[in-house]
């Protein structure tokens, strides 16, 4: 029984077993496919069908500082309803007179560095792809930004410490180990260089392929760099800001990498947060 015809082929009720000639999967005689005339051969219904649709760049690319900005959200409403509770009336009057905590306003902060840096990301050529604020399944972290171009893969935690340095703190050296640790303000803050460590090893076990270049970035907004240097590395992550960042990632080689592959394996182990 003919379903459909054409002139090189048509979709039938096969009188003989046969095997699809794209997957190989075997079909019994009366089963539906597509008898190919030219090659003699046959293939499957759903080898034939369309690819599904794949979701827009703009939906899998996600919302920078989305999730940070509902925390920041969440904290200061939760505060606000707080202190309206416990003084009827005064609550407004304290609200108007008092800030949000530090641990409140840390989280608007964070947001507010995430937009900019997606702004700054967006000025790579088009050969690049980005996706922002991505869930790490299993665990409570977020990766903020992560760049996939030709010459490889770029895992990105922006920070904005508005008016502090970043600089590199190094203990050790001839007669001890070499210990590098990372100081803004003067102060300790290494665990942010654990924490890109950590996400970048996350990226390499989604992508499952040693040969791609992965670089671990901390990004620097709003920072007291010096006028001449002042990047540098802290247990082979990046320490540098937006401008000097992009320039690096437009003038390292090629290295061939499947852009759009990449991206969506990433975009499929890492959701919107």
Same mark, same amino acid.
């Given at each position: 029984?003919?379903?459909?015809?054409? +002139?090189?082929?048509?979709?039938?009720?096969?009188?003989?077993? !046969?095997?699809? $000639?794209?997957?190989?999967?075997?079909?019994?005689?009366?089963?539906?496919?597509?008898?190919?005339?030219? $090659?003699?051969?046959?293939?499957?219904?759903?080898?034939?069908?369309?690819?599904?649709?794949?979701?827009?760049?703009?939906?899998?690319?996600?919302?920078? !500082?989305?999730?940070?900005?509902?925390?920041?959200?969440?904290?200061?409403?939760? $505060?606000?309803?707080?202190?309206?509770?416990?003084?009827?009336?005064?609550?407004?009057?304290?609200?108007?007179?008092?800030?949000?905590?530090?641990?409140?306003?840390?989280?608007? @902060?964070?947001?507010?560095?995430?937009?900019?840096?997606?702004?700054?990301?967006?000025?790579?050529?088009?050969?690049?792809?980005?996706?922002?604020?991505?869930?790490?399944?299993?665990?409570?972290?977020?990766?903020?930004?992560?760049?996939?171009?030709? +010459?490889?893969?770029?895992?990105?935690?922006?920070?904005?410490?508005?008016?502090?340095?970043?600089?590199?703190?190094?203990?050790?050296?001839?007669?001890?180990?070499?210990?590098?640790?990372?100081?803004?303000? !003067?102060?300790? @803050?290494?665990?942010?260089?654990?924490?890109?460590?950590? @996400?970048?090893?996350?990226?390499?076990?989604?992508?499952?392929?040693?040969?791609?270049?992965?670089?671990?970035?901390?990004?620097? &907004?709003?920072?007291?760099?010096? &006028?001449?240097?002042?990047?540098?590395?802290?247990?082979?992550?990046?320490?540098?800001?937006? @401008?000097?960042?992009?320039?690096?990632?437009?003038?390292?080689?090629?290295?061939?990498?499947?852009?759009?592959?990449?991206?969506?394996?990433?975009?499929?182990?890492?959701?919107?947060?």
């Amino acid at each position: 029984m003919t379903l459909e015809s054409g +002139p090189d082929e048509k979709r039938m009720r096969l009188r003989y077993a !046969g095997t699809c $000639r794209l997957c190989g999967r075997s079909h019994d005689a009366g089963a539906d496919a597509i008898y190919e005339r030219g $090659r003699r051969t046959i293939r499957c219904v759903e080898c034939d069908a369309p690819p599904a649709e794949a979701p827009s760049a703009e939906i899998m690319a996600g919302d920078a !500082g989305a999730s940070a900005r509902r925390e920041y959200e969440r904290r200061r409403d939760a $505060r606000e309803q707080r202190i309206r509770a416990e003084h009827p009336k005064l609550g407004g009057l304290i609200l108007a007179l008092s800030d949000d905590p530090q641990s409140t306003r840390a989280w608007e @902060q964070g947001a507010v560095g995430e937009e900019l840096m997606a702004q700054r990301l967006a000025d790579l050529p088009d050969t690049f792809r980005v996706m922002h604020d991505r869930r790490i399944p299993g665990t409570r972290a977020n990766i903020d930004h992560i760049a996939i171009g030709p +010459p490889g893969v770029w895992e990105i935690d922006a920070k904005r410490y508005k008016d502090k340095r970043p600089e590199l703190h190094v203990d050790g050296g001839i007669f001890r180990p070499r210990v590098e640790s990372l100081r803004i303000g !003067g102060r300790d @803050q290494t665990k942010l260089v654990d924490g890109v460590k950590s @996400q970048v090893e996350r990226v390499r076990d989604a992508l499952a392929d040693d040969t791609i270049p992965i670089s671990g970035v901390l990004c620097f &907004l709003e920072a007291d760099w010096p &006028l001449l240097g002042g990047s540098f590395t802290v247990d082979a992550v990046h320490v540098v800001w937006p @401008q000097l960042l992009l320039k690096r990632m437009t003038d390292a080689p090629d290295v061939n990498l499947d852009v759009s592959e990449a991206y969506a394996r990433l975009a499929e182990a890492f959701p919107v947060a």
